[in-house]
């Protein structure tokens, strides 16, 4: 069993950062792959990111690439996600989950989600 708390959204100007946090309960964290998703309203969940269990392996969604950056604490049971040069479009509630069971962009595959965390970016 894996719980799940974001922490970090907030109000930002188009252009400018935030850094959201996930941290995570249980003993095998260091076991799961993680991902973070968004879903703006009236929109499906949407991939952002996604990290194999080590953080060596990383996926990113088109539109977030090389804008923002997942990384992952295994001792502190963190995954962080830095995100530079925000958009107007990149407003949404972003989830983190854990433990993938199939197609890591699929919002289906992962077990464990946390309650979400609004970012929204003005212009």
């Known amino acids: 069993q894996v719980q799940l708390v974001e922490s970090g959204g907030g109000l930002v100007q188009a252009g400018g950062s935030l850094r959201l946090s996930c941290a995570a309960s249980g003993r095998t964290f260091s076991r799961y792959a993680m991902a973070w998703f968004r879903q703006a309203p009236g929109k499906e969940r949407e991939f952002v990111v996604a990290?194999?269990?080590?953080?060596?392996?990383?996926y990113y969604a088109d539109s977030v690439k090389g804008r923002f950056t997942i990384s992952r604490d295994n001792a502190k049971n963190t995954v962080d996600l830095q995100m530079n040069s925000l958009k107007p479009e990149d407003t949404a509630v972003y989830y983190c989950?854990?433990?993938?069971?199939?197609?890591?962009?699929?919002?289906?595959?992962?077990?464990?989600w946390g309650q979400g965390t609004q970012v929204t970016v003005s212009s």
């Open positions: 989950a854990a433990e993938s069971h199939g197609t890591y962009y699929y919002a289906g595959s992962w077990g464990y």
């Open positions: 990290s194999g269990w080590s953080g060596g392996s990383t």
